[in-house]
Antibody
Framework: EVQLVEAGGGLVQPGGSLRLSCVAS????????MSWVRQAPGRGLEWVAN????????YYVDSVKGRFTISRDNTENSLFLQMNSLRADDTALYYC?????????WGQGTLVTVSS | DIQMTQSPSSLSASVGDRVTIACRAS??????LIWHQQKPGKAPKLLIY???NLQSGVPSRFSGSGSGTDFTLTISSLQPEDFATYYC?????????FGQGTKVEVK
């Protein structure tokens, strides 16, 4: 069974940083693109970033370019999202998702709240 | 960026009803269209990929159609567990984009 377990969310002040992590199990992690998708409270879904199997290609939504960095460690079956210069509009539930575009498995999400 | 527009934004229906949700892309995406279902407090779940292919384990009452810019999700006979929000999503280009969602509510 595919499992994706996120961690690292929390309350952070505007301008602060957080590092999200996601541990994958139940599939061969190193053979899949992976993504982060977020959902602001009461709002719809927004793709944030994705990363190729070997970490060589990474793509971001414009609103996070230069502030967020996606990475992975295939030896640890782990996906990461380093978030810097956080803003109030980054407040959301962040999902770890299998796939680069066909999002076929989702974690339960980790909540990031940016507030003073 | 490709904009995805769903209609309606919400609908009220009864168990047994046939429900249709439309999704329009701002430019052609061929058949690179995915439908997700999200229930309150839960993560989304992929229902249909490549516009018309049912994900494994998804009931056959769900179907998808369309290509180019216009797509449809149909639930042939609405069941109690189908009351949820449905999102279309394009998988044709970066950035990946979602429709705003269609909430299916009890009539």
């Amino acid at each position: 069974e595919v499992q994706l377990v996120e961690a690292g969310g929390g309350l952070v002040q505007p301008g602060g940083s957080l590092r999200l992590s996601c541990v994958a199990s139940g599939f061969t992690f190193s053979t899949y693109w992976m993504s982060w998708v977020r959902q602001a409270p009461g709002r719809g879904l927004e793709w944030v970033a994705n990363i190729r199997q070997d970490g060589g290609d990474k793509y971001y939504v414009d609103s996070v370019k230069g502030r967020f960095t996606i990475s992975r460690d295939n030896t640890e079956n782990s996906l990461f999202l380093q978030m810097n210069s956080l803003r109030a509009d980054d407040t959301a539930l962040y999902y770890c998702v299998r796939g680069g575009g066909s999002f076929d498995s989702w974690g339960q999400g980790t909540l990031v709240t940016v507030s003073s | 960026d490709i904009q995805m527009t769903q209609s309606p934004s919400s609908l009220s229906a009864s168990v047994g009803d046939r429900v249709t949700i439309a999704c329009r892309a701002s430019q052609s995406i061929s058949s690179h269209l995915i439908w997700h279902q999200q229930k309150p407090g839960k993560a989304p779940k992929l229902l249909i990929y490549a516009a018309c292919n049912l994900q494994s384990g998804v009931p056959s009452r769900f179907s998808g159609s369309g290509s180019g810019t216009d797509f449809t999700l149909t639930i042939s006979s609405l069941q109690p567990e189908d009351f949820a929000t449905y999102y279309c999503q394009q998988n044709n280009s970066i950035p990946r984009t979602f429709g705003q969602g269609t909430k299916v509510e009890v009539k």
